[in-house]
């Protein structure tokens, strides 16, 4: 099995409409960990999809320069905007990196368990050699609700 589609998981913005998440958009910390192509699992964005549990639990990034759990995703910004509601933070980066990625799991570090916001497929591997591998987000944010 390959890394997901691009996707947003729907629970934790579920659980937050509903007044049981303590996530916080604006203040807690955010981090995204990377992926290899051989990510396996059953991918249910509308379930469970927590960093570090099934299928989030296998084939993280292991390389010069990437550290298990990822990079935090600085200044996290939740803005509400000609009827649109945008998601930001960021752009995250590794220096001295040396490995390959095929996606990425954005998910907030804060709570317990540690619950994914978005999933991104880069769309093909991406691979740094002793330089530096970012990840530059959307200029209109990570995510956008209309």
């Given at each position: 099995?390959?890394?997901?589609?691009?996707n947003w998981c729907k629970?934790?913005?579920?659980n937050v409409l509903g007044?049981?998440?303590?996530?916080?958009?604006?203040?807690?910390?955010?981090?995204?960990?990377?992926?290899?192509?051989?990510?396996?699992?059953?991918?249910?964005?509308?379930?469970?999809?927590?960093?570090?549990?099934?299928?989030?639990?296998?084939?993280?990034?292991?390389?010069?320069?990437?550290?298990?759990?990822?990079?935090?995703?600085?200044?996290?910004?939740?803005?509400?905007?000609?009827?649109?509601?945008?998601?930001?933070?960021?752009?995250?980066?590794?220096?001295?990196?040396?490995?390959?990625?095929?996606?990425?799991?954005?998910?907030?570090?804060?709570?317990?368990p540690k619950s994914g916001?978005?999933?991104?497929?880069?769309?093909?591997?991406?691979?740094?050699?002793?330089?530096?591998?970012?990840?530059?987000?959307?200029?209109?944010?990570?995510?956008?609700?209309?």
């Amino acid at each position: 099995m390959s890394f997901p589609a691009t996707n947003w998981c729907k629970l934790p913005f579920s659980n937050v409409l509903g007044g049981t998440s303590g996530i916080d958009l604006n203040s807690d910390t955010f981090k995204c960990a990377l992926y290899t192509n051989s990510i396996t699992g059953t991918f249910n964005f509308d379930t469970t999809n927590t960093y570090n549990s099934a299928p989030w639990d296998n084939n993280e990034v292991s390389g010069s320069g990437y550290v298990s759990g990822g990079g935090s995703c600085a200044s996290p910004t939740l803005t509400i905007s000609s009827g649109k509601i945008v998601f930001d933070a960021s752009d995250v980066s590794w220096s001295s990196a040396t490995f390959t990625a095929r996606g990425c799991l954005l998910y907030d570090d804060t709570i317990s368990p540690k619950s994914g916001i978005v999933a991104v497929n880069f769309g093909s591997d991406f691979t740094a050699t002793a330089g530096t591998f970012t990840i530059q987000w959307n200029p209109s944010g990570i995510f956008t609700i209309t």
